[in-house]
């Protein structure tokens, strides 16, 4: 077991080598930043993991495609608008974007990737886009904060994460709030690193780390059309370990899951949900979600009102697990057991406290086998109501 | 095809004969009414359709058993308390409340139904249950009106509906505005008709009826440990056209669905979702549900914001359904296309406007097939939070 890699964030992340960065306007939407691009000096081994909507947005497609040899050299991204259900006129903006920035660049269309967030349903503007490009020069240094501020959208700060295997270092970021369930796929999260690894090593530890980070986060149950998860590896740090790069990777994508989860729109409190004694992952999973995702529970959560009931309801509701035995489950709070024993006015009294702290950690056990999952997720709040009752307008 | 039955609602409802009504207070957990009866002097033909929650209460669990012959002749219902996840004590305690009717009512415990909703993982505080059963008469009349108040917990209103088939009466109460998404079973809905009907139509109609109206209804996506929906048939008017009958029990259940979706927790708006053009009624019922219960579709709903991509996203999310093709789709709203037609400014302030009225109607066309259904729900407010995050205490 290799330790804990040790985790930066913020604006004090670092950076690997061999990347620079562009964050721009091109008032796509306001005056804030809106247009970013990281690329890679040289080419990069690269995958990408997107979407199941039948509603992917053009930028998925093209990622799929210029992702099918394995390589990719930059990513941009358009914020506040998602170029979406947007017809024919959408994938030829999304290719003429690509490019426009493989022109910059120097590189061929094939080697860029688009990543696109923001309302649906609006075509992009593409002659303000098209006018500011031919003022963008690449700037010859890396400001990785700078664009996880541009692809934000009603994120309410910049989520980056870096952490260090052997000579390489691994930095990422990532964007989201709100029609945040990723299954098999992610909301806007890029990763980049310095190290050199195979592609299949590359493909297969980052579909792994996918699954067990941002496929455990859920805000709401809405699942974008435009989530896209895109790892670049450019190699001139050299070759690193791989069990090192992974628990490097996986550190960082946890760290962003986890800054995701307590930026979820309107939220002010973490919700991390733990299942154990399961089946097996998938079940573990299942459940942990029906947990994270109970509006109910949700709302609970956000009062501090301990109502603990209502997580034995959620996991009723995974009915299909038929060899889930209400007699066998145990449910905790942060190691304070509610079910099965039935708790008197003190013990809600002492739930009431241990709710209202910040983190809120949920722990089923499911007494079906040996398997577990961790999700995280965030309270429901009035705020979410406010900011989606009135987004486009 | 039959014409539509008249649907008479609120405290104007008919009484079918042969029922009488009990409701009153026994302090379950305040001084509102809480326990209550309806029982028919005479045996009935009985069905019902219970939760799938792996959680089922006590009460589901004795209904089960109690309906095994197909008859009843009494349900009593507590409210303020579900009676789940509280272990052996739960079913000795729906065993007792079921005698204590029995008794009053000179029947069989087995003919007695029970229904219970509130707060989970509470005991029933049976002292006083039973205290308040000793003082308990049974009147001779019956007030269907006191009853569907006295099941209410967080219902701002009764709900009530009834119609004629033949010299019959068939009359509907419901109850339920939060831990609303019932899956071949519903909250609590009772159902009850003095129509002569054999049990062999009468558990084929009941189950049809809630599969196209209860099971169609969904306010949160949580559900309930005790849903229940409940037909009871006295046969004191005689035998009626079954045909009849049934489009009579199938307007009152559709009229206690949409009141139940209107008084959804914290709601100001119905919303409406048909989708036509389906597969199959499950594919369509599928992406109706996915578009009434996404948290962002309700809260655009909400605020009448006129952003149409958020139904796109959402039949989006089912992806299992592999044969619906984006291009093929038609998203409109009362009839206003939106998709694939890209709405300009005007488009979208016209939107806004029929987003503005109490119920909003959004309609999808699959292209998939020739099937259709229609589901309720209602927008997601900033009540409903509140409502929610301080239930227990």
Redo the contacts between chains.
Sequence with gaps: MLDMPTVTTGDAVEVPRGFVTYAGNAGIKDGTPDVSIVASLTPCVADGVF??????GPSVALCRRHLEDGSARAIVTVSKN?N????PQGDRDAQELAELVARLLGAAPAEVLVGSTG?????YPMERIRAHFQTVTMPPEADFPAVARAIMTTDTRPKLASARAGAATITGMAKGS??IEPDMATLLAYVFTDASVGGHDLVEMFRAVVDSTFNCLSI??????SDSAVLLANGVAGPVDVGELSAALHAVCRSLTVQLATDGEGATKLIEVNVSSARDVAQAKRVAKAVV????VK??V??A??????V????????H??D?D?QSVRVSFGGFE???R??DDRG?DEL?KLMGSGTVEIDVALGTGGAEATVWGCD???E??????????
């Design positions: 979407t199941r909507s039948l509603f992917a998602a979406v259900a947007t017809g309302v649906i349903g609006r075509p709100g029609m709401d149950t809405d699942t974008s059309t995702n109970s509006p109910l709302c609970a956000h009062g009102d301990p109502n603990w009931g209502r034995v309801m959620a996991v009723g509701k995974c009915w697990d038929t889930i209400p509610v079910y099965p039935l708790l809600l009431a429901l709040t009035s979410y109501v406010h900011i989606n009752a009135d987004y486009t307008t």
